[in-house]
Structure formats: C-alpha cells, structure tokens
C-alpha cells in the first residue's frame, strides 16, 4: 500500500493550494480517507477526512470553511483544497487511510491503518 501526497509549497497569506493523495495498493473506494498535519513543534493534528463514497465530510474547527476535501475513486485519488491560507497552517500534511472503525474516531490519527509521506504547506505573512 502507497499513499504519496503532493501539490505542497511556499504561498503568501490568503493564497490557497491544491494537495493530492493518489494511492495504489488497496481497494480506495473501500477507505475512509483524511488529512493531518504537524507543524513544527507541535504534535500532529486532524485535518479533514472524507467517507468512503465521499458523501460525507469531517473538518476541523481551524479550517471550516477555508479547506475542502474531496475524492475520485475512479482515479484513486483524495484531495485537499486549501483556501485563504493563513501563516498557522504551515506544516506538513499527510493523508492516511482507514479500513474500517467508528465515525467517532475519524478524528484519531491512530484508527488509520496506512500513510503518506507528507508534503510541506508553508504560508508567508
């Protein structure tokens, strides 16, 4: 199993960006799909994650209404938009998979069963 995210960068205040995840490897229509952080310092953090038909979303309070997250089972592929970037939501965002477990742990980065090597966001003031 692979996760590799990419379309990080260095972007200004108020810019957005487009993160990827394509996978390979596992059956992706059949994996919840989310999105985590670590910034520098700080302990990683959930993002958003996305259910396995991509009906249903789940964010975090500091990115509600700036990040949306979709999927494309046909290509294997999640995705990140970032929008109205802000300089604390430099980090590096990883994508990850889970199989299976309940929607009150989407949350937990230890109920993902596989994940991405990361790709630096870094937004300058």
């Known amino acids: 199993v692979q996760l590799q995210a990419s379309g990080g960068g260095l972007v200004l205040a108020g810019a957005s960006l487009g993160l990827s995840c394509a996978a390979s490897g596992l059956t992706f229509s059949s994996y919840t799909m989310g999105w985590f952080r670590q910034a520098p310092g700080k302990e990683r953090e959930f993002v958003a994650a996305?259910?396995?038909?991509?009906?249903?979303?789940f964010y975090a309070d500091s990115v509600k209404g700036r990040f949306a997250i979709s999927r494309d089972n046909a290509k294997n592929t999640g995705y990140l938009q970032t929008n109205s970037l802000k300089p604390e939501d430099t980090a590096v965002y990883y994508c990850?998979?889970?199989?299976?477990?309940?929607?009150?742990?989407?949350?937990?980065?230890?109920?993902?069963?596989?994940w991405g090597q990361g790709t630096q966001v870094t937004v300058s003031s």
């Open positions: 990850a998979a889970r199989g299976g477990g309940i929607v009150s742990t989407i949350r937990d980065e230890s109920s993902y069963n596989y």
């Open positions: 996305i259910n396995r038909n991509g009906g249903t979303t």
